[in-house]
Nanobody
């Protein structure tokens, strides 16, 4: 079975931090670019950040740049999303997705051509 599984979501106070993990099962992430996406209630899905298969390049949505950091550990078949200085507007279900092929920041953040999607993990930022 080929799937991505997110973990690490939960309830965090504004200004707090959280680290999400995205682990592949049934395939290796070594050759895949990875994107993190989120969807808040009543809103469309938005791209948060993407990372190339090697980890050499990363791209971030303006809303999270400087606060979120994407990284990967291919040996562990896992990609991480470190979230700092969380704000209530960051509340959403966070999804990771993987894509094989040429990396494009715009395409990745738009979620185009993703081969696998996780089911998501809920992040709630509230006092």
């Amino acid at each position: 079975q080929l799937q991505l599984v997110e973990s690490g979501g939960g309830l965090v106070q504004p200004g707090g931090s959280l680290r999400l993990s995205c682990t592949a099962s049934g395939f290796t992430l070594q050759y895949y670019a990875i994107g993190w996406f989120r969807q808040a209630p009543g809103k469309e899905r938005e791209g948060v950040t993407c990372i190339t298969s090697s980890g050499a390049r990363t791209n971030y949505a303006v809303a999270v740049k400087g606060r979120f950091t994407i990284s990967r550990d291919n040996a562990k078949n896992t990609v991480y999303l470190q979230m700092d200085d969380l704000k209530p507007e960051d509340t959403a279900v966070y999804y990771c997705a993987a894509a094989v092929g040429w990396y494009s920041a715009d395409n990745c953040l738009a979620g185009y051509g993703m081969d696998y999607w996780g089911k998501g993990t809920l992040v709630t930022v509230s006092s």
